[in-house]
């Protein structure tokens, strides 16, 4: 089982970035998918989750509409789109798979934020 973030980077404050999580090693298409982010010094958050199908999306208040997570199922892949960035977005970035009790985290990528 392996969740491999990738994507993450340096950018301006109101530049995009899109980040990708490839999952290999089990059913992708059905766990629910998260993405999480611990920005530097602070616990770790949920940014936003995505149900199997993608039919369902959540989002922290703190990113609504400015950052959209989708996935294709086709290449068990998922993927959040960030746009507007801002200093406090500087964060690793991990993604999540979840179904019942089994769980599933990548190793992060990292997305800085700075002028």
């Known amino acids: 089982v392996q969740l491999v973030e990738s994507g993450g980077g340096l950018v301006q404050p109101g530049g995009s970035l899109r980040l990708s999580c490839a999952a290999s090693?089990?059913?992708?298409?059905?766990?629910?998918m998260f993405w999480y982010r611990q920005p530097p010094g602070k616990e770790r958050e949920l940014v936003a989750s995505?149900?199997?199908?993608?039919?369902?999306?959540k989002y922290a208040d703190s990113v609504k509409g400015r950052f959209t997570i989708s996935r294709d199922n086709a290449k068990n892949t998922m993927y959040l789109q960030m746009n507007s960035l801002k200093f406090e977005d500087t964060a690793m970035y991990y993604c999540k798979g979840r179904r019942g009790a089994y769980e599933y985290w990548g190793q992060g990528t990292q997305v800085t934020v700075s002028a």
């Open positions: 090693g089990f059913t992708f298409s059905n766990y629910v």
């Open positions: 995505i149900s199997s199908l993608g039919s369902s999306t």
